[in-house]
């Protein structure tokens, strides 16, 4: 597996390096997601189950950002076959638009429709830094509770989307769907919510059409 | 509720105020545990349990550390009656030991012999930082997976006890306690693993007598 060790950011401005990339992104007609989550909350098989509804209809890359290990990279080159690389951020518990930027430069981006950054796995920091994303979205699963978006403001505020994942697992939880909704549209009242459950593939299809569209407008705005 | 808004830390000796911290509290007979885990593992219903459990025997007080809210210092205090303070990070990912001294001082600390302090949720920067604890704990729920300790090394390193939450929901996930085991003890071979189930009561038995053996300790280096 490709593993990029991403070197921190010595520029002070990363508004205007996630400015930059984003602008350089729209004219290459390529939409790139950011999706954060708590550790553990099903990014991966998420992004899995998703890949697989939509790699024959564009070109899809992944690059998956921990602290160590390379088992998300590995999982997910295996069961969808696309380009999946691994980046290290040396235990820093972020990335910015600069390691961004040193992620997409290892990829092959001939041809690129779509390319998603897993972020570490993290409810505070990744929020704080705007990695030049065209997107921000994240998953928050069912056994977290329905009251992140009261601790977590800030990750929910900077959303377009928000995951709700395992939702099969509903009934052994004290998760209140409504309340949830409630609670991420006072952080951002134009949040889009999709209930989801990544090990059955409900609702990826929901997911798929979202991305699809993102796609579609990117390419129209080039 | 009490809540305090915590000041950014001046100074950068951040070990140096630790263990400063450390040594006033042995000197006290007080013995702090700094508490960490993921967003959404159980942190505040273990405490409830757990201090049901210890309550009449020790006297325990909880800081409760959040970027906004104070819905746990409230639970708690309403669930076991305790002395329990809200501590507001402005938006930090983590507590130093600065930021702690600055909650312990907001307490009433006459005949404390337990304070507990629930660090933010997040799995990566609060490992970071020695809070100047006399130990560190960590709650892995069933449902964030058994490979966290392969993506978040230094979380593991730290803590000298790992309790592994929410097993009544074992069947529901693939969750392979054998190999937590493993995982945890790669980082650190010496820590300490409690399966429990914080809803019914399950194992916290276990974690109030690990935490009456570390106060009794305490009191006697005094």
Not at 18 to 41: C, D, H, I, T, Y
Not at 92 to 120: F, K, P, S, W, Y
Not at 189 to 217: H, M, N, S, Y
């Amino acid at each position: 597996m490709k593993v990029i060790e991403i070197k921190k950011s010595v520029f002070a401005d990363n508004d205007m390096d996630a400015a930059k990339l984003r602008a350089e992104l729209r004219q290459k007609g390529v939409f790139l997601l950011n999706l954060m989550s708590s550790p553990g909350s099903g990014k991966t098989t998420t992004l899995i189950g998703t890949i697989n509804l939509l790699k024959d209809k564009i070109n899809v890359a992944v690059m998956e950002a921990d602290i160590d290990g390379d088992v998300d990279a590995v999982k997910i080159k295996e069961a969808t076959g696309i380009q999946s690389i691994q980046l290290h951020t040396g235990g820093m518990c972020h990335l910015d638009a600069e390691m961004t930027r040193q992620g997409i430069d290892n990829l092959d981006m001939e041809g690129a429709d779509l390319v998603i950054l897993e972020n570490v796995g993290n409810l505070v920091c990744p929020a704080e830094f705007d990695t030049g994303a065209s997107a921000n979205a994240m998953i928050l699963s069912v056994p977290e509770g329905h009251d992140k978006p009261l601790k977590y403001p800030l990750m929910f505020s900077v959303c377009d989307l928000v995951l709700v994942n395992k939702i099969d697992v509903l009934p052994y939880f004290d998760f209140d769907m409504a309340k949830c909704e409630e609670y991420v549209h006072m952080r951002n009242p134009k949040a889009e919510i999709i209930p989801v459950c990544a090990k059955t593939g409900e609702g990826l299809d929901r997911f798929a059409a979202w991305l699809l569209e993102k796609v579609k407008q990117q390419k129209s705005n080039k």
